[in-house]
């Protein structure tokens, strides 16, 4: 699977997508390895950039993060960004059968995973004072939530 196709893909034509997503096959290892680990990386990064070298405007003023704090937030919000898409997963997994889908882990990581690819990102806007407002753009994985939830779990 190619990263990049894969972003654009979800992100431009997100139905089709969803029918290609369905057929391939997956493990946790390789979704995480290929997918979540690099992608789940851009906010944590990018926001680490616009607090510690970048700062925040307040009041006219502009505040910094020292860098082990940064850093120290930065490794947080990764490893909870990591275990976020799990969590989805299992509740997509636990609550599929009471709207007549399927329980399959796989294809319920494969729907928490491939959604949350607008919120991450949008997350490079958290590298630019003036651009973090546009993070917003990140509910767009609702949507591919929205889509992909029926297409992999069959409810």
């Excluded at 997350?123 to 003036?130: D, E, N, Q, T």
Aim: charged share 10%.
């Amino acid at each position: 699977m190619n990263l990049v196709a894969r972003v654009k893909g979800i992100l431009l034509s997100p139905k089709s997508e969803w029918g290609v997503i369905d057929s391939e096959p997956a493990t946790v290892s390789s979704l995480y390895t290929e997918y979540i680990v690099p992608l789940a990386a851009i906010p944590a990064i990018a926001g680490f950039i616009g607090m510690s070298i970048f700062g925040i405007g307040l009041l006219g003023t502009n505040v910094r993060v020292p860098i082990v704090t940064g850093l120290t937030n930065a490794v947080v919000q990764y490893v909870v960004g990591l275990a976020g898409v799990y969590a989805l997963a299992l509740i997509a997994d636990a609550l599929a059968p009471n709207f007549g889908g399927q329980k399959n882990p796989i294809q319920a990581l494969k729907v928490a995973a491939y959604a949350s690819t607008a919120s991450w990102v949008a997350g490079i806007f958290l590298m630019l004072p003036g651009l973090r407002a546009l993070g917003i753009l990140g509910i767009y994985s609702l949507y591919l939530l929205f889509l992909g939830l029926p297409k992999l779990m069959k409810a």
